[in-house]
């Protein structure tokens, strides 16, 4: 892409875009809908070529990076795979929509 998108910080109804990270704070990362074909990354606008969508049996990796006026965390990569399989019980629908921290390469 050749602009970077921003997630959505949690919750997203009450949070602004832009905010002031003074202790730990959430991104809403994504969601499949119910009976939906693919999991779908939250973020406050999505082009209209966008192709970051997860579908069944597919995986994609994210880049994820805090940029303020001074400061630039490290580019973090989270890979989010999904088998198509929908659930309402969360500990089952972890099993089928595996999200997990890429460590860094050497």
Known sequence: ??????????PAEFTLPFITLLREQVVDFGYIEER???FIPRLY???????????R???V?????????????PIYVVEVAWDGTWNFIPS????HLPIRLIPPSK
């Not at 089952?92 to 099993?95: I, K, L, N, S």
């Open 92 to 95: 089952t629908m972890r099993q």
């Open 57 to 59: 049996d597919e995986a």
């Open 45 to 55: 606008a999505t082009p209209y070529n966008f192709q970051g969508y997860v579908g």
């Open 1 to 10: 892409m050749a602009v970077p998108q921003q997630f959505v910080w949690a």
């Open 36 to 38: 939906g074909d693919k």
């Open 61 to 73: 990796r994210y880049q994820l990076q805090i940029e303020t006026l001074n400061f630039s965390s």
